[in-house]
Each structure stands twice: as C-alpha cells, then as structure tokens.
C-alpha cells in the first residue's frame, strides 16, 4: 500500500510470507482470500500517515447516558476550572500518537495496539482544555453468522484498555485522570463500540454475485473462504435496468459488429 501523493513513503516492515495456494479443504471453494498482519498494518500506517484516522466528536454527536452529556458541565468534575462555564458543548479530537498495529491469534481472535492522544477542547476551535495520552488496546474475535438475507460477518469485543492516561497538556489547571477515565468509558467508547460494531456486517453482494458457505479462520494468518451465487437476472436488472435494455444493448452492438465487418470486407475486397 502507497500513498500517491508521497510513492517515496513506504511502511517500513518488510511483507511476510503468505503460502502459494490455500491449503486443505479450502481448495474446493470457489474463492479463497489470505491476508498477513502485515497487510493490515500497511494500509493502517498509510491511513495514519494521510491523517484519515483522526476524528472529532462533538456533544451532539454522543448520547446521553445516565442523564449526562458530554460537555463543560460534566468535564468540571475531572476539571474544577470547567465547573464555572455552564454546559457549554465540548469538541472530542481523536488522533494516533502512532500508527495501530495488529496482530492475529488463533481461533479467529485479533489484538489491536493503537495508541491515541484525545483533546478536549470548546467548540470555537480555541486552544483545547487538556489532552490526554491514552494507551488503547484491544481484543476481538471475529465470527460468521447466518443473517435473515445474508451471512454476516460478527465481531466481538472482549476487552478494551485505555489505561492508565497520563495528562499530555492543560490550559485550565489539574485533571483528575480516574475520573476522566469513567466518563471516557462510559460516554466515548461504549457509545462508539455500538455505533461501530453493529449485530454483524451483512454481506449482501452486488449485481447479482452474491457470497454463501462464508467461511473465516485465524491463527498466524487472517483466512477467508465462500462459494459464489450469480443471479443473472438480478445482475441484468442491477445494470441495465430492465431485460428490455439489456437485449436492446445487446442487439445495438451486434449491429455495430455486422457493419464494422461488413465494411471491412468491403475494403477488403
């Protein structure tokens, strides 16, 4: 993985091996995916490198949770100096100190390492409040589903770590990091961990392809297996429109192809 605006910028660990063929009973699937850790954490560097994962969160856009939101109000009890502003909104600013790094475990497991710096800043875009450096770590395991139209793919969240914090900078005097790890955990991450990791990721297909006998497994590599079903007609409606269009499509360019030979028979001759 590349960046076009910087092909000179290369990840800096070298590819791992990946077997030339899949093994076992996988050959007899119509299609058979194998992705190394590294493949992951190539396209996570590049994406930390473009700035693509960092992201801003504001008070409108978390839930209430226990009849609190998060805002000025709430951040006064990890900050005193907040306590006197009223319940202004809050600008949440995620960014990774570096880039995350994954590794896989047997079992259909995933380890995520992806260290973060989070501010707390007033809406206006000034100067933030404090910033935080959080040590995030996390474990996954990944599972397939039957769906109601479609097999899903499901991922389980067994545990996450973003302790302990330590206070990077503050314009508005002490933090109290305990507290502040409450209200990260309760109005942050459990929020986006439901808002992210929905009951399963369908996997409808398109234009008429569609996956079935989904298949995954983890141990040193990440596997992932399926046969295919085509619906012709779907992928005719999905493309064309209507049968209609599609053999009028068709009829158009064996036309252009009759003339095309016709004339050139007719240089030829």
Not at 214 to 222: G, Q, R
Request: aromatic share 6%; hydrophobic share 45%; charged share 25%.
């Amino acid at each position: 993985v590349v960046s076009s605006e910087n092909p000179g910028k290369k990840f800096k660990e070298s590819p791992l091996p990946i077997p030339a063929t899949p093994s076992g009973d996988w050959q007899d699937d119509m299609m058979s995916v194998t992705l190394t850790k590294w493949t992951l954490n190539n396209g996570l560097w590049l994406l930390t490198e473009l700035g693509l994962l960092k992201a801003t969160f504001t008070t409108e856009d978390l839930p209430e949770l226990d009849g609190k939101v998060l805002n000025t109000d709430l951040l006064g009890e990890v900050a005193p100096e907040l306590a006197g502003k009223g319940a202004q909104g809050v600008a949440v600013t995620l960014e990774p100190s570096e880039a995350p790094h994954v590794l896989f475990s047997t079992g259909g497991g995933i380890e995520v390492s992806a260290p973060h710096r989070v501010a707390f800043a007033s809406l206006d875009g000034s100067e933030p409040y404090f910033s935080v450096a959080v040590p995030l770590e996390a474990k996954a395991k990944f599972s397939v589903v039957s769906g109601e139209k479609a097999e899903k793919i499901k991922v389980d969240v067994e545990s996450v770590k973003f302790t302990p914090m330590e206070l990077v900078k503050s314009s508005v005097g002490d933090v109290d990091l305990e507290k502040l790890e409450k209200i990260v955990d309760k109005q942050l991450v459990a929020p986006m961990l439901k808002e992210i990791l929905p009951d399963g990721f369908p996997l409808t297909g398109a234009v008429g392809l569609h996956l079935t006998d989904l298949a995954l497994d983890v141990d040193e590599l990440f596997h992932v297996r399926a046969d295919i079903d085509w619906n012709a007609a779907e992928t005719i409606k999905e493309v064309f429109g209507s049968n209609e269009a599609f053999f009028k499509m068709a009829m158009d360019s064996a036309k252009s192809f009759a003339g095309g030979a016709t004339a050139e028979a007719s240089v030829s001759a």
